[in-house]
């Protein structure tokens, strides 16, 4: 049961993240694609409250999410920003398979010197080897 602890989450994030990918493509044709990003945070606004509600039984939301944690704010923030980079990427012309690989790719070299120099996570030679790989894969991609 452990295993299954470990990994449906992540199964969760690959499936959600393929139909985000797939949608936000879409989203960037539209008209308006902000109105419609707006639309995405209500219904996972929805959807999150019904997941309260299910999963927290006699939860109290409104003590859970009064005063709001600065963190949660934060994300908040840094979603907006995903989304909208994600919309205006695929706007500006980036296929989505060479899009979202270039983003990723470059966001875990950051995330290796974010670990590192914030939280004191070792930087092993291998992930230094990696990070030179990542950055040459990025060359190959994008010409």
């Known amino acids: 049961m452990e295993l299954w602890n470990l990994w449906w989450p992540v199964g969760l994030v690959v499936l959600a993240d393929v139909f ?4 936000a493509r879409r989203l960037s044709t539209l008209k308006s694609p902000l109105a419609a ?5 209500l219904v996972s606004a929805c959807l999150c409250a ?3 509600e299910i999963l927290i039984p006699g939860g109290h939301i409104f003590h859970e999410i ?3 944690h600065p963190a949660a704010l ?3 923030l840094a979603i907006t920003g995903l989304e909208v980079g994600s919309i205006f990427m695929y706007r500006a012309g ?3 398979n060479i899009g979202f690989l270039v983003y990723t790719a470059l966001a875990i070299v950051v995330l290796l010197m974010v670990g590192h120099f ?3 996570e070792s930087l092993r030679p291998l992930q230094h080897v990696g990070i030179i790989l990542a950055a040459a894969g990025m060359f190959l991609i994008v010409r």
């Open 74 to 76: 934060m994300v908040g």
């Open 118 to 120: 914030m939280y004191g």
């Open 20 to 23: 985000y990918q797939v949608c």
């Open 50 to 52: 019904l997941l309260f």
């Open 37 to 41: 990003l707006g639309m995405t945070y």
């Open 94 to 96: 980036w296929p989505m």
């Open 66 to 68: 009064w005063p709001p």
